[in-house]
């Protein structure tokens, strides 16, 4: 039987330096009282709120790192960060046209686990959810119905050419406009089951709905694609939740986990292993591996107090993402004084030596000192060249912070630090904030809690988010950051702290359509000139990754990007 086309052309330098993980003893953790299936435990940091990947709520819960291999799409993220091509799904591919266009078919052989095949209907749904071309009038302006996370390449698109249960579908974007990472379209966690929300909303027909703009039908479309797919332990009604990947979702509960096992209807390879059993953050981590009842961990470094991975190989290792301090851009830090301020006084040098370090990092490169870009990370030929504006905020500058705080015109500054908790890691960073500002007058609060969403950012809960790209307590960012480029721009579902500069928006979407490397240099270096100016987020470090595998388990290759290590959850294989 031939491999999965995405994990045959996996580079096999990853192959090589795939380790060997899984507790014997957690084989069979994690079973049901139902099900016997010898099964492999499963770590991560990710919240696991939402199976909709592409919403606001799913994208900041860390969906993707857990769903990738549960709703598939024509594109995946690897585990350098790049994406790749997922064939089993379909092809997409650029044509000749006038405008940009986009041919995707879908494999004729794919099928959601309820039997009902996919189709472009799927690409439609998305379509009108992400283009942000469907809203209703609000006391600002108009509010898009549909909860997004990013309208970043969607709201380029002029049409989605398809017949309402087709295979094929064309993507025609506007005359004017170029989108290089189109590739980050329709792409897996993120394509969800049309006729799922057809039936829940009461619409025969999606793609004459979207095509005409029914206004009733896209509303009752927009309610159920917003909070008809949120997932809480015990309250499941598994005829919502169809897969279009390997694994399919069973149960999931507070005791046992989120329990994965094998999609009998999947058309590629079988999984190797029948079960998975996913433990999101919300568990008690360090109590499960005691248990014996996890296989591989990916969270982050630090993190966990007490966990001990003794018979793990464990790997330390940059992540993708950025940690970092969003900030509200209303409130007590409205004005760019006061945020200043508070960047003034965060010790980043201090934090990654004591905090954000990875010991394997490379001297150079990703995880090599402090993060002092917003959107462009470490490794990146333009980094050198656009860090520069961060020179100011490299270490704590007390005086620097107190003049800054009299040009606020408030002699005092309280700031809110929210987080998802438990983060040992995160509760230690904002402690050793609050000893550096605590002398320029600024008095910085711990107010992580279990159930904190970064939302809770824009409502005015808190005045920061401590987390990492987008917001994610997880794992996040990829090799193109369109994520860390779209949470900035005005009016993005992911821009929690509400940043809105126009000149931002212009410069994003010129880096958008332009692949001219001087053109990127100029506009990148203005980016973090501006944003180092307006202090929307702090940036300190590459967020560490801790990935470990215990003795046992074949071809789990480390992820530290919004994929997560669970990229290829289909291929791990248990050996006593």
């Known amino acids: 039987m031939r491999q999965p086309r995405g994990f045959a052309r996996r580079p ?6 795939a380790v060997a993980g899984a507790v014997v003893a957690g084989l069979a953790a994690g079973c049901s009282s139902e099900s016997q299936v010898p099964s492999i435990g499963f770590a991560v940091d990710a919240a696991v709120a939402s199976y909709n990947g592409g919403s606001t709520l799913g994208a900041s819960t860390g969906a993707p790192a857990v769903f990738g291999r549960v709703l598939t799409g ?29 041919q995707y078919r879908l494999n004729p052989d ?28 609000g006391d600002g302006g108009p509010v898009p119905l549909f909860d997004a996370a990013s309208t970043a390449g969607y709201e380029d698109i002029e049409r989605v050419e398809c017949l309402p249960g087709s295979k094929d579908a064309t993507v025609v974007f506007r005359p004017d406009r170029r989108y290089l990472d189109w590739r980050n379209l ?32 896209i509303q009752r479309l927009a309610d159920f694609w917003n909070g ?16 279009s990947g390997p694994y399919r979702i069973e149960s999931f509960s507070a005791d046992e986990g989120l329990v994965l096992v094998a999609n009998e209807r999947w058309w590629g390879n079988k999984p190797e292993t029948g079960r998975v059993v996913v433990w999101p953050k919300s568990t008690d981590l360090a109590a499960k591996v005691g248990e014996g009842a ?16 003794g018979g793990f190989s464990v790997q330390q290792v940059p992540g993708r993402g950025a940690e970092q301090l969003v900030l509200s851009t209303g409130g007590v830090l409205a004005s760019v004084d006061a945020r200043r301020a508070l960047a003034l006084c965060v010790p980043r040098r201090a934090l990654f030596d004591e905090i954000g370090k990875v010991p394997e990092a490379p001297e150079s490169g990703l995880g090599s000192g402090p993060l002092n870009a917003h959107i462009v990370q470490q490794d990146s030929l333009y980094y050198p060249a656009v860090s520069g504006a961060a020179e100011p905020f490299r270490a704590a500058d007390i005086e620097g912070s107190k003049a800054a705080l ?38 910085v609060v ?52 509400r940043f809105g500069n126009g000149r931002y928006d212009a410069i994003t979407d010129q880096l958008a359509a332009d692949d001219n490397s001087t053109a990127r240099l100029n506009l990148l270096t203005e980016a973090e000139n501006l944003l180092w100016a307006q202090l929307p987020s702090i940036p300190l470090f590459a967020t560490p990754r801790t990935i470990a595998f215990g003795s046992g388990l074949q071809n789990g290759i480390a992820a530290p990007t919004q994929a997560g290590t669970g990229w290829n959850m289909d291929r791990w294989v248990l050996k006593r």
């Open 12 to 17: 096999h330098r990853l192959l090589a330096a």
């Open 446 to 497: 711990d107010a992580g809690a279990p159930d904190f969403r970064p939302a809770q950012l824009a409502a005015g809960g808190v005045d920061a988010v401590l987390a990492g790209t987008a917001g994610v307590p997880g794992p996040a960012g990829s090799l193109d950051g369109v994520a860390a480029t779209s949470a900035l721009r005005t009016g993005s579902g992911l821009n929690f702290g």
């Open 294 to 309: 996890v296989s591989v961990v990916d969270i982050g470094s630090g993190s966990v107090k007490d966990l001990d991975l």
């Open 228 to 243: 008809g797919w949120t997932l809480a332990p015990g309250e499941l009604d598994a005829s919502r939740f169809p897969s």
């Open 186 to 217: 329709f792409t897996a966690g993120e394509l969800m089951p049309a006729h799922i929300a057809a039936r829940a909303a009461n619409v025969p027909n999606v793609v004459s709905a979207v095509q005409s703009g029914d206004p009733g039908a």
């Open 406 to 443: 009299a040009a606020a015109g408030a002699p005092e500054l309280t700031i809110r630090v929210g987080y998802q908790t438990p983060d040992d890691r995160r509760a230690r960073t904002i402690a050793k904030i609050a000893e550096s500002c605590k002398p320029a007058g600024i008095t």
């Open 110 to 137: 794919g099928v959601y686990s309820d039997g009902v095949p996919t189709s472009c209907d799927d690409l439609i749904l998305a379509w009108a959810a992400r283009s942000g071309r469907f809203t209703r009038p």
């Open 74 to 102: 024509f594109f995946y993220t690897g585990p350098d960060g790049q994406q790749i091509a997922d064939t089993d799904v379909g092809t997409a591919k650029e044509v000749p046209g006038e405008s940009q266009t986009i």
